[in-house]
């Protein structure tokens, strides 16, 4: 979609599909024996090819959040104005990161914050006012799992959101655990909320 995704996705293709190119599968290793080194054999092993690859791919944080960038300059590309940017599990501490960086362009339409069973770090999730900035305008949804280790970790996101002045965040209980058929009722509240609490939007029209 993008050629910033394109460019990422190549490189860490290559990363991986490069040891399994050099060496030989196994039916070739059992179909020929192999030829015994001459003495003066030599292996020269370019490490500093290997050290400049990995410093392209960088860290999977890093490579994430350009992910992220690329696709919203794709949607933008596209004419979208209203974007819904949903994180779930751990990804929700990435979103958090992504957003810090973009704080001072959000405000409170065009844009939704959507956490499903957030797995996020101690500090993000107790801290959630600083992390993304006292009075943070966007509506956010915040879509946790009814294990009480989850409830007690919503209830200080809760808490950290009232202390920040959210201006829009709400709290959903999943009560039917994932893969047990309640994707149709997450997409109903979603799609829900977004209609009544994010409405976005919309362009006007050229006179």
């Known amino acids: 979609a993008n050629e910033a995704i394109t460019k990422a996705t190549l490189l860490g293709s290559r ?20 030829a015994e080194p001459e003495e003066s054999e030599s292996v020269d092993i370019n490490l500093k090819e290997d ?8 860290p ?86 009814s294990s009480p280790e989850a409830k007690d970790k919503a209830r200080l996101r809760n808490a950290g959101a009232r202390v920040g002045g959210f201006a829009n965040y709400r709290q959903l209980k999943l009560s039917a655990p994932k893969g047990s058929g309640s994707e149709g009722f997450l997409e109903k509240r979603i799609s829900d909320w977004l209609n009544r609490y994010s409405p976005g939007q919309e362009q006007a029209s050229a006179r």
């Open 60 to 145: 999977y944080h890093d490579r994430a959040i350009v992910h992220i960038q690329a696709g919203m300059n794709y949607l933008a590309s596209q004419g979208f104005q209203n974007i819904a940017l949903i994180a779930i599990g751990e990804s929700a501490g990435l979103a958090i990161d992504f957003i810090q960086s973009k704080e001072s362009e959000i405000s409170d339409k065009g844009f939704a914050l959507i956490f499903i069973a957030p797995e996020l770090n101690q500090h993000q999730n107790i801290e959630l006012s600083s992390e993304l900035g006292a009075g943070f305008p966007a509506p956010i949804l915040d879509i946790y799992e």
């Open 15 to 34: 990363a991986q599909k490069a040891p399994e190119a050099e060496s030989p599968s196994t039916e070739d290793a059992e179909a020929e024996p192999a």
């Open 51 to 58: 050290e400049e690859l990995s410093t392209k791919i960088g």
